[in-house]
T-cell receptor, first 111, second 115 residues
Framework: AQSVTQPDIHITVSEGASLELRCNYS??????LFWYVQSPGQGLQLLLK??????LVQGIKGFEAEFKRSQSSFNLRKPSVHWSDAAEYFC?????????FGTGTSLTVIP | KAGVTQTPRYLIKTRGQQVTLSCSPI?????VSWYQQTPGQGLQFLFE???????NKGNFPGRFSGRQFSNSRSEMNVSTLELGDSALYLC??????????????FGPGTRLLVL
């Protein structure tokens, strides 16, 4: 069965520090992978997506993610976090029938 | 273009009642999907509508239903509300029917509280 796991429920980082959010998926075929961000009181916004090709993908707001097939992972990274990055982050896999989302990682940024 | 809009933004109901939520997709988008978001469960897929037809359905009981109109606006209905139905209900629109590759555009959600 398809599933997405985000092992970290909550992460706290200092402003300016680097960030890595983990995502592992389970899907039999080649996955379509996404990262979305949700700010308080708002819907989800796409950060980046991976379909094929270069395994390192660039997104908006300085985020990037690396697809590692051998580890079934699609981790999200940012070299220097800004206070405005505080939000909830969701990893998702797209299949032929629906999207499967992880349970999310809540990011707190300390000034 | 205006984004995805959802009404109402907040609702309080009591157990046993029913509720109808509305979603207006981005102009030109013909597919609308609905999700239930709860703490610890993340987003769970309810159903997708395209051209007034339900195309895909998640693993929810029959109390959850939906429909789509000719202008692509969609409604979802929950009958006989239970406490566990308290959640944020999100809708997302895309230009075409689901394939797994498309970017979804989400509305701000309707927060439902069942007492």
């Amino acid at each position: 069965a398809q599933s997405v796991t985000q092992p970290d429920i909550h992460i706290t980082v200092s402003e300016g520090a680097s960030l890595e959010l983990r995502c592992n998926y389970s899907y039999g075929a080649t996955p379509y992978l996404f990262w979305y961000v949700q700010s308080p009181g708002q819907g989800l916004q796409l950060l980046l997506k991976y379909f094929s090709g270069d395994t390192l993908v660039q997104g908006i707001k300085g985020f990037e993610a690396e697809f590692k097939r051998s580890q079934s992972s699609f981790n999200l990274r940012k070299p220097s976090v800004h206070w405005s990055d505080a939000a909830e982050y969701f990893c998702a896999v797209g299949t032929g029938n629906q999207f499967y989302f992880g349970t999310g990682t809540s990011l707190t940024v300390i000034p | 273009k205006a984004g995805v809009t959802q009404t109402p933004r907040y609702l309080i109901k009591t157990r046993g009642q029913q509720v109808t939520l509305s979603c207006s997709p981005i102009s030109g988008h013909r597919s609308v999907s609905w999700y239930q978001q709860t703490p610890g469960q993340g987003l769970q897929f309810l159903f997708e509508y395209f051209s007034e037809t339900q195309r895909n359905k998640g693993n929810f009981p029959g109390r959850f239903s939906g429909r789509q109109f000719s202008n692509s606006r969609s409604e979802m209905n929950v009958s006989t509300l239970e406490l566990g139905d308290s959640a944020l209900y999100l809708c997302a629109s895309t230009p075409t029917v689901h394939s797994g590759r498309e970017t979804q555009y989400f509305g701000p959600g309707t927060r439902l509280l069942v007492l």
